[in-house]
């Protein structure tokens, strides 16, 4: 099935470019100038990744993440002009996915797109390649589905922290590195910086918080490890 990318940018060239190199790998696009009519667009469903400039009219990327992720684990890669840490962050700490600084070029965001797809279509892998039910400390990860559950309710993980999850609960008590989170959780993408996996954990852990569990601990100078509790 083809994949449906919805383009927010209050910048005509960079949709129309955008667009037009999406379109010609195979992609349908939809485009939006702001953030409500990004948001308008996403009540009809069907978008499978959302490509969101931080600076929008109307409502602000950031907001329409924060809007998003109340309702919707879909995909979010960010876009921005302003390349400063903090706002690479804050971008992720809302539920982004990946964040790219303007200018770049349409290759590199057709790489991110395909990545971020890659992390997300295990259902299309043949039985055999998918990955079973990971359970560790009451938490149940099902691949197939996209879902985590801890003691059977619901914890919404974006597919990229999913990952990062399940990476660590596959070998309890193995501290992996940053780089090895890198290798396992992105094994598609070689786009992902080590701050960018701090970020991920930090929102990871502050899901499992509100049910009562921190499924992660940090082994300094090292790395990660799931929480033996």
Do not use: W
Not at 8 to 27: F, H, M, N, P, W
Not at 165 to 173: N, V, Y
Not at 210 to 224: F, K, N, R, S
């Amino acid at each position: 099935m083809t994949k449906h990318i919805l383009i927010v940018d209050d910048e005509t060239r960079i949709r129309d470019v955008v667009s037009y190199a999406l379109q010609k790998e195979g992609y349908r696009v939809t485009a939006a100038s702001d953030g409500r009519a990004a948001l308008d667009a996403l009540e009809g469903g069907g978008v499978d990744l959302v490509v969101l400039d931080v600076m929008l009219p109307e409502i602000d990327g950031l907001e329409v993440c924060r809007r998003i992720r109340a309702r919707s684990r879909i995909p979010i890669l960010f876009l921005s002009a302003r390349g400063e840490e903090i706002d690479r962050i804050l971008g992720l700490e809302l539920g982004g996915d990946d964040y790219l600084t303007k200018p770049f070029s349409p290759r590199e965001l057709i790489a991110r797109a395909r990545a971020i797809f890659r992390r997300t279509d295990e259902p299309d892998r043949a039985p055999e390649e998918r990955a079973a039910v990971l359970r560790f400390r009451g938490i149940e990860i099902n691949p197939e589905r996209h879902e985590v559950r801890y003691e059977g309710r619901v914890v919404p993980l974006t597919p990229t922290e999913l990952g990062i999850l399940g990476a660590l609960i596959e070998r309890p008590g193995v501290v992996l590195s940053r780089a090895q989170l890198m290798q396992r959780a992105y094994r598609y993408d070689n786009l992902i910086t080590e701050r960018t996996i701090d970020t991920h954990i930090r929102r990871i852990r502050a899901k499992f918080r509100e049910a009562g569990l921190d499924p992660i601990a940090t082994v300094h100078g090292v790395g990660y490890k799931a929480a033996e509790g």
